[in-house]
């Protein structure tokens, strides 16, 4: 069974940092790119980042591009998601995925003073 | 605003067919395949159809998607009150080099 377990969410002041966290289970993970998702509090779903299976390759929304980074570790089969420079509209559940289909259970960042 | 267009909401009755859309332009739709997800409240999304009209694993087939040019479809038949749900159209854009997501449709089964 494909499973998708995040951790690392919390409170942090706007300007912070946090490290989040997506261990994967079931499946091969150095076979698939990985996705984030965030969903800010009553918004809809918002394509965060990808990493190819290699990490050769990565791709990031414009809101994010130079303060996030997303990285694997294919002998952990861990995926990650380094989060600088938050602001306010950062804050929402964070979602790991395998490529676009499976999720996991997600993981809330709240950026607050 | 969202890169892809879905209506906020639809609505049925038990049994009936519903359909929602999602509509793009060429560098998302147009020139990539669709992806569909339901979420139901306090979940995680679920997928529901991808590559325009394929069936993951234990989706039922009362969910059907359809693409044309710059819009896609997915269609709900037999409605039930467990698909009381957001709906949301995902796809790869060309031009933003990276995954799409359209504002959603919340699905009220009367």
Redesign the interface.
């Given at each position: 069974e494909v499973q998708l377990v995040e951790s690392g969410g919390g409170l942090v002041q706007p300007g912070g940092s946090l490290r989040l966290s997506c261990a994967a289970s079931g499946f091969t993970f150095n076979n698939y790119w990985m996705t984030w998702v965030r969903q800010a509090p009553g918004k809809g779903l918002e394509w965060v980042a990808n990493i190819k299976p290699d990490g050769s390759e990565k791709y990031y929304v414009d809101s994010v591009k130079g303060r996030f980074t997303i990285s694997r570790d294919n002998a952990k089969s861990s995926l990650y998601l380094q989060m600088n420079s938050l602001r306010a509209e950062d804050t929402a559940v964070y979602y790991c995925g395998r490529a676009m289909a499976v999720w996991g259970q997600g993981t809330t960042v709240t950026v607050s003073s | 605003q969202?890169v892809l267009t879905q209506p906020p909401s639809a609505s049925g009755t038990p049994g009936q067919r519903v359909t929602i859309s999602c509509s793009g332009s060429s560098s998302n739709i147009g020139s990539n395949t669709v992806?569909w997800?339901q979420?139901l409240p306090g979940t995680?999304?679920?997928?529901l159809i991808?590559s325009n009209n394929q069936w993951?694993s234990g989706v039922s087939d009362r969910f059907s998607g359809s693409k044309s040019g710059t819009s896609a479809s997915l269609a709900i038949s037999g409605l039930q009150s467990e698909d009381e749900a957001?709906y949301?159209c995902?796809a790869w854009d060309d031009s933003?080099?990276?995954?799409?997501?359209?504002?959603?449709t919340k699905l009220t089964v009367l």
């Open positions: - | 969202s992806n997800y979420q995680a999304p679920k997928l991808y993951p957001d949301y995902a933003l080099n990276g995954w799409v997501f359209g504002g959603g």
